[in-house]
């Protein structure tokens, strides 16, 4: 019994945990760019049980049996996998079609973003809503104005004069990148040398490859699956509580 209430209470755990994390994926569904995350689990490693203070076991101790403490989060796994492209009409506005990353500059270094939803700051540099500069070849890009083109290369032109080409990062393992917020990552790996193939469109966006319906269904799963934990702990919660109150009181 005692055996089932670690079970229980540890899948509730879990299934919170869970629910946490499509929560967050449905609020995030209309970010740009934004990618879904997925949580894996799995059990807890088994504990063997040994019975002690015996006195008829003579030498080594036996073994009870294994005891099963439930599962766990293992670890958060981010999809990738490419959004639609939404056409916005905004120069600053740039979509990215491929597996590589613009680059932006923040005050704890060069971080990762697949929102290509800039703006033009009072200096004139194009930068994302939190005012990080995006880099090019040379450093941030200054445009000036709205009048400036994006070619499917990465260069930045005002008419006929070249400004910048926008830096892209690929990796050779996407799952070295970790999130740290407003829409950015950072990398335990350094980016490859050669960029993988790739474009860039003026005037577009990538979406948020959310699939709502998808989240729903989880959603529901992750609940009933949390109602069924409930009423299994407090099934055992009875049963130990009669097994108190009446299987042994004395008489």
Do not use: C
Request: no cysteine; proline share 2%; net charge negative.
């Amino acid at each position: 019994m005692v055996r089932g209430t670690y079970i229980a209470g540890t899948g509730m755990l879990l299934q919170r945990r869970l629910m946490e994390n499509i929560t967050n994926n449905i609020a995030n569904a209309d970010t740009t760019g934004y990618k879904k995350e997925h949580l894996v689990s799995h059990s807890f490693d088994d504990v063997m049980i040994e019975r002690i203070k015996d006195t008829r076991v003579i030498g080594q101790r036996p073994l009870v049996g294994p005891l099963d403490w439930g599962t766990q989060i293992d670890q958060l796994y981010i999809n990738f996998d490419t959004g639609s492209l939404e056409g916005t009409e905004r120069s600053t506005d740039i979509a990215l079609i491929g597996d590589v990353f613009f680059v932006m500059q923040t005050d704890g270094g060069e971080r990762y973003t697949r929102s290509g939803a800039f703006y033009i700051d009072e200096l004139g540099y194009l930068v994302d809503g939190e005012g990080h500069f995006l880099l090019g070849e040379n450093g941030p890009i200054l445009v000036g104005g709205l009048n400036f083109s994006v070619d499917a290369t990465g260069g930045v032109w005002n008419g006929a004069e070249y400004i910048d080409r926008i830096r892209v990062v690929s990796f050779a393992d996407n799952d070295s990148l970790r999130k740290q917020g407003s829409n950015l990552y950072f990398s335990i790996d350094a980016p490859e040398a050669d960029t993988k193939q790739h474009r860039m469109l003026q005037g577009f966006l990538e979406t948020s490859n959310v699939d709502i319906g998808r989240e729903m269904v989880d959603m529901l799963t992750v609940f009933r699956t949390y109602e069924t934990n409930q009423r299994m702990l407090t099934m055992i919660d009875e049963t130990v509580g009669k097994a108190v109150n009446e299987i042994g009181r004395l008489r």
